[in-house]
C-alpha cells in the first residue's frame, strides 16, 4: 500500500499512536432515542432529550447527507436545538441542508439570523402536499427535507396522515440514476438490500415505515410509497380500501392496480 501512494507522489506518515476503537456508537443517537429496553420514564428523561418526529426527521436529513456529522453533535447541542421554538429549529436543519456545506462547528447554526422555513407555516394548494423522500442506495440511505408534491387520490383521501407518508427510490451510489444490472455481474447484495428494505422497512426515531404499494411512475424509477402505522390507521388497511383486487393472481397485473390510485388525478 504504502509503495502504491509513493508511486503517485503521495507523501505518507507512520502514526503509532494511532488507534482503532471499535463498536463506538455515535453519542447523539443515544441522547435522543429511547432506549430498546426502558426503565422508568423519570430515569430516561434525566439524561434524554426527545425530539418531535419533525425535528427528528430533519436532523436525521442533515447528518445523513453528511451536512452534520453525528460524531460532533453532543448534549449541548441537542439541547439549545430543544431550548428554541421549534418552527426556527425546522428552519435552521432546512438551512444546513439547502445549503449543501459541511459544517464543522455545529453550535454556529444558533447564530444564523434571517433563516426561514419552507415547509413550517407554508401554504400549498389543496392539490399539492408536502412530502418526505427516502433515497436508498446499495450502501447507505439519504433523507430529503419535506418538498412539495402533487397528491393523488390516496394522499388526498388521508390528508390528515399526509406526514405519515414517506416515497422511497433506489439508486446507485451517486443518486444520479437508477439501479443498474449487469450481466455477467453478480446483483446478489443489490436484490438483497431492496428485498430487505421492502419487507422490514424503515425506522425513523420513533416510527416504523412499511410498504404501501407504487405506482407506474415509481415503478419505472425503482420506487415506492411507505407509511408509517398506527393505532388509528395501518398500510394494510389502506390497500383495503383502494379496491377488491383478490381475484387477480399475477403479481405485476396486482400491483399495476393498485399504482392506478396513485395516479395524480
Partial sequence: MLNALKDWNIETRLVEELKLIKDAAPPVWEI??????????????????????????????????????????????????ISIPEPRALALLEHVFDRKERIYRPLEIFDWTRVKSNVTGQKIEDYCVFLRKATITPTTIRFTSPSVEYSNRILRNWREHADKFLRVQFTDETQSSKLRFHKGASNDNIFTRV???????????????????????????????????????????????????????????????????????
Fill in 32 to 81: 435522543i432515542d429511547a432506549p430498546h429496553a426502558a426503565k422508568t420514564l423519570a430515569e430516561e428523561l434525566d439524561h434524554k432529550q426527545y425530539l418531535s418526529f419533525p425535528l427528528r426527521y430533519q436532523l436525521e436529513a442533515v447528518i445523513s447527507y453528511g451536512w452534520l456529522s453525528e460524531y460532533n453533535l453532543d448534549m449541548k447541542f441537542i439541547q439549545r436545538l
Fill in 195 to 265: 428485498h430487505n428494505t421492502l419487507t422490514n422497512g424503515i425506522n425513523i426515531g420513533d416510527r416504523h415505515y412499511e410498504f404501501l404499494a407504487f405506482g407506474s411512475s415509481q415503478f419505472r424509477e425503482h420506487g415506492a410509497y411507505m407509511f408509517a402505522s398506527d393505532n388509528d390507521i395501518k398500510a394494510s388497511a389502506i390497500r383495503k380500501r383502494m379496491g377488491d383486487f383478490a381475484g387477480i393472481k399475477v403479481v405485476g397485473k396486482y400491483c399495476a392496480r393498485l399504482g392506478q390510485c396513485f395516479c395524480k388525478l
